[in-house]
């Protein structure tokens, strides 16, 4: 991901997340502070999907919309802020493709990566390697995303 993509990254998510607005800085800070961790899917009209992930703190997931400002003097696991494929291209697979790249590179780093599971997706994750056990995060961090939110982890 390149900072040129954010515009495009904000529409995207806008337009596939409309139930959990974040303001165009959450993306912009998240790049500038783990770039590497920040991608982007480039289809025929450009962006087509992104992951947004930074190394964090395993059971403390910051808030729906939440600024970070810094990383972690010692993070334990790898935090996968957010992924978007837009609608019409799900199903061809590109969403594991990122999510086994993503996988295999922090397992060189961290013990884990963790994320919040929205708008009842616990299922898919699941099948992805994830689990609600090992870690808890806060309940208000929780009902910042919605009533079925659900902090899971995928240990190494």
């Not at 139930?19 to 961790?37: K, T």
């Not at 090992?134 to 240990?155: H, I, N, T, W």
Request: some cysteine; proline content about 9%.
């Amino acid at each position: 991901m390149l900072p040129a993509h954010l515009p495009a990254v904000h529409a995207l998510g806008k337009r596939v997340h409309a139930a959990y607005p974040e303001r165009p800085e959450i993306a912009a800070e998240r790049l500038l502070l783990a770039p590497d961790w920040c991608r982007v899917l480039i289809g025929e009209g450009g962006v087509v999907g992104y992951m947004l992930a930074h190394p964090w703190r395993l059971g403390a997931p910051p808030p729906l919309d939440t600024l970070i400002h810094a990383l972690p003097p010692q993070p334990d696991t790898l935090y996968l802020h957010d992924i978007v494929i837009d609608p019409a291209r799900r199903g061809r697979g590109e969403a594991r493709a990122g999510l086994s790249a993503l996988f295999a590179e922090a397992e060189k780093s961290y013990p884990s990566v963790s994320l919040i599971s929205i708008g009842g997706l616990t299922s898919f994750w699941e099948t992805c390697g994830f689990g609600v056990g090992g870690a808890e995060a806060s309940a208000d961090v929780l009902r910042s995303y919605d009533a079925d939110a659900r902090y899971m982890v995928k240990f190494f």
